[in-house]
């Protein structure tokens, strides 16, 4: 507020605005009466001065002071008879002039100091209000701009987002399907799905026509269930494109209920898995094919003890088959011994049969195909194969099966192959060995409903700081070893939902265990 302007200095308080009416009265009487000034003929100026300043500064209260006051002495020193208060009847208009023109003025005053107030009071209002409006619109310059750093943001983020969804092939989408209704579909949904983006929302209808046939009743499900329990569902499933494409998916959906309770939204993602069941299905083809071959070049290696496991059924086919003769062609044929002699030849055929029918599956290309599996009878079977092997390096093979073991569900072949590797290995690290040359397989029920299978020699163990890797491909000890055999094994037992892994022996050798789950009892 300005303070150089004694006219715009602040109203003082009413004893001195009173005071300030009787001092500016008195100051005019004192000046109007100075002989020196000569204004003695026109006191009328001076007194209505003070008149004017009493009510600028003290308002109407001191201006009423001043103007009685004034009307006073110009009555008992102007009006003659002067110096006297007695009745003036001729002076009496001038009086009444005087004192109209004094409440005039003083009036006048009055509403001027007012007016200054008012518009003093309302020009601080106003660069208040000016200042306020400045920092609003500096406020609101700043909100723009970071309104508008935060669009260009999430525009930069939905093309992030958008561009991240395209190169993974995934969608995100919103819907609600107790509504039949469909809310949001991202750029990528539309094209997982197979629709265009230029059509507008699909109708839930639409969607779920694109839905493989044979997987409709199996996503209408899981989305009930989860819609009815307001719990999350994830499943796979086929989507047929309009060009007759099938596309396989996989869908995650997290529940969100509405405010009100009434339906619940679900949003999630969808992801194009379908270059992944082929990259998968071609994974699960060349594992397949590489264990063939593993069984092929295993095979080949025992070929001489194959060749004997198989001759030796044949041979006493042979010599059984010499002796029925003998029986028949005496000169009374002894028919009972020579039954009992062709009942040996039909069992050694058989058992003959059964070696070839064993090596011919492990050479079979095919599909893995999963059923109930005796472990117990596999293991008999492989001992039964190898027992050539083994007896060629005079190694004693030995079996502990726990009876009533559960059966597995599991591919018949690829067990084989397991046990065949481990079996192999075990004769392999006993060929050198000085002393006891023992191999035990033993079977028995473990924690978890899990049966436990274990392959035990008496063999050089595993090598020193290094029986971690002894799992990984193309790692051997052999020096024509092709390092796939426990890695393949391995693959075929984690397959199966088991566990293999390897520990050296108390006494001398090394173990090798896999564990599968049994199948539960029905």
Not at 150 to 179: D, K, M, N, V
Not at 283 to 302: F, H, I, K, P, Y
Not at 336 to 358: L, P, S
């Amino acid at each position: 507020m300005p303070t150089s302007n004694p006219l715009l200095w602040p109203k003082p308080p009413a004893t001195w605005s009173y005071g300030i009416a009787v001092l500016c009265v008195a100051a005019a009487l004192i000046i109007s009466r100075w002989p020196a000034l000569h204004l003695g003929d026109a006191p009328v100026s001076l007194f209505l001065c003070a008149v004017i300043l009493s009510a600028w500064f003290g308002g109407v209260g001191p201006g009423s002071l001043a103007t009685a006051l004034s009307v006073l002495a110009f009555y008992y020193y102007f009006l003659p008879p002067t110096h006297s208060f007695a009745a003036k009847p001729e002076e009496i208009p001038r009086l009444l002039i005087f004192m109209v023109s004094a409440l005039f003025v003083g009036s006048l005053s009055v509403a001027q100091r007012r007016a200054t107030e008012s518009l003093r009071s309302a020009r601080d209002d106003l660069k208040v209000t000016v200042q306020e409006l400045q920092n609003a619109n500096e406020a609101l310059q700043a909100e723009s701009r970071e309104r508008k750093s935060a669009e260009e943001s999430l525009r930069r983020s939905e093309g992030y987002l958008a561009e991240a969804q395209r190169l993974s092939h995934t969608g995100s989408w919103a819907s609600i399907p107790a509504r039949g209704e469909i809310r949001y579909f991202s750029e990528e949904c539309y094209r997982v799905m197979g629709f265009d983006p230029l059509d507008g929302q699909p109708r839930y209808e639409t969607f779920f026509q694109r839905i493989h046939p044979d997987d409709q009743a199996k996503v209408s499900e899981a989305v009930e269930t989860a819609g009815r329990e307001n719990t999350e569902f994830e499943l796979d499933y086929r989507i047929v494109h309009p060009s007759g494409e099938i596309r396989d998916i996989h869908v995650v959906g997290h529940p969100v209920p509405s405010p009100s309770g009434d339906f619940v939204e679900f949003v999630g993602t969808v992801i194009d898995i379908t270059e992944r069941k082929r990259a998968e299905e071609s994974l699960r083809q060349a594992q397949s094919d590489l264990a063939r071959v593993n069984r092929v070049t295993t095979m080949g290696e025992l070929t001489a003890s194959l060749a004997h496991e198989v001759n030796q059924p044949i041979a006493a086919a042979v010599t059984n088959a010499k002796t029925c003769l003998r029986w028949l062609t005496r000169e009374h044929p002894d028919v009972e011994e020579a039954r009992a002699a062709a009942m040996r030849i039909v069992n050694d055929g058989t058992r003959a049969a059964e070696i070839i029918k064993r090596i011919r599956l492990l050479f079979k290309k095919g599909t893995s195909e999963r059923e109930l599996v005796d472990i117990n009878e596999v293991i008999r079977e492989m001992v039964v194969l190898l027992r050539g092997e083994a007896t060629r390096y005079s190694i004693l093979v030995q079996t502990e099966l726990e009876t009533d073991t559960p059966r597995l569900v599991a591919d018949r072949v690829q067990l084989q192959q397991v046990l065949m590797n481990l079996m192999i290995n075990g004769i392999d690290a006993m060929k050198d060995v000085v002393g006891t040359r023992e191999l035990t397989i033993k079977s028995q029920r473990s924690e978890n409903d899990q049966i436990l299978v274990s392959v035990n020699d008496t063999g050089v163990g595993l090598p020193p700081q290094q029986s971690s890797q002894v799992f990984e491909a193309f790692f051997t000890t052999k020096p024509h070893g092709t390092g796939m055999g426990l890695a393949i094994s391995r693959s075929i037992v984690e397959s199966h939902g088991g566990r293999l892994w390897a520990a050296d022996n108390a006494a001398r050798g090394a173990s090798f265990c896999f564990s599968l789950p049994a199948k539960a009892p029905e």
